[in-house]
């Protein structure tokens, strides 16, 4: 079976400074890695994925993430956030094995102020 | 192209009723879940299907009754509600679960027991 921490609960940044969310995951097979982003009353959206090759992803609205398999660690990061980057952030697992569920983490909200 | 349809969006009900929250979708994806978000708590697997007429348990299925008879819809039935379900219910759908392939979530529906 999967799963995922997220370290932290809550991340209160200021405008333009730099961001970590950290996550780590526990798999006794290969995974997939996942971070969703859910805005305000808004339903969940994939932010980015890591599947092969390069250990790190990006997206298109500047956040990225590294996977390092030793650490068993995908976290997201980002050089300067926005305030319309507050939302809550979920990493999520799933197996290399067909017919196996996405399980999440508990979540990280990023509260941005100016 | 509608992707994964959820009814109703909002929904209040009275301890120990009945109901069905819908989903659809149009993509003939094989692998359909259903997640209830509670804060602080992230997404949690209620059932899951790998295909038409198979349905397996999750996380925290008590209370919920899926069927699958069809590729397209997957119905969570709450059988006697109770306060606890008070949630915000997505489903999901995946080629196959597991995977490279992704996940496409529904907008959700705002559960209130009272």
């Known amino acids: 079976a999967q799963s995922v921490t997220q370290l932290d609960s809550q991340v209160p940044v200021f405008e333009e400074a730099p961001v970590e969310l950290r996550c780590n995951y526990s798999?006794?097979?290969?995974?997939?890695l996942f971070w969703y982003v859910q805005y305000p009353n808004q339903g969940l959206q994939l932010l980015l994925k890591?599947?092969?090759?390069?250990?790190l992803v990006e997206s298109i609205n500047g956040f990225e993430a590294e996977f390092n398999k030793s650490q068993t660690s995908f976290h997201l990061r980002k050089p300067s956030v926005h305030i319309s980057d507050t939302a809550e952030y979920f990493c999520?697992?799933?197996?290399?094995?067909?017919?196996?569920?996405?399980?999440f983490g508990k979540g990280t909200t990023l509260s941005v102020s100016s | 192209n509608a992707g994964v349809t959820q009814t109703p969006k909002f929904q209040v009900l009275k301890t120990g009723q009945s109901m069905t929250l819908q989903c659809a979708q149009d993509?003939?994806?094989?692998?359909m879940s259903w997640y209830r978000q509670d804060p602080g708590m992230g997404l949690r697997l209620i059932h899951y299907?790998?295909?038409?007429?198979?349905?397996d348990q999750g996380e925290v299925p008590n209370g919920y009754n899926v069927s699958r008879s069809t590729t397209e819809d997957f119905p969570l039935r709450l059988l006697s509600a109770a306060p606890s379900q008070t949630s915000v219910y997505f489903c999901?759908?995946?080629?196959?679960?597991?995977?490279?392939?992704?996940?496409?979530f529904g907008s959700g529906t705002r559960l209130t027991v009272v």
């Open positions: 999520a697992v799933s197996a290399n094995q067909a017919g196996t569920a996405l399980i």
């Open positions: 798999s006794s097979v290969s995974v997939y």
């Open positions: 999901a759908s995946s080629p196959q679960g597991g995977g490279p392939y992704g996940y496409t």
């Open positions: 299907s790998v295909g038409a007429g198979i349905t």
């Open positions: 993509m003939n994806h094989e692998y």
């Open positions: 890591y599947l092969s090759g390069s250990t």
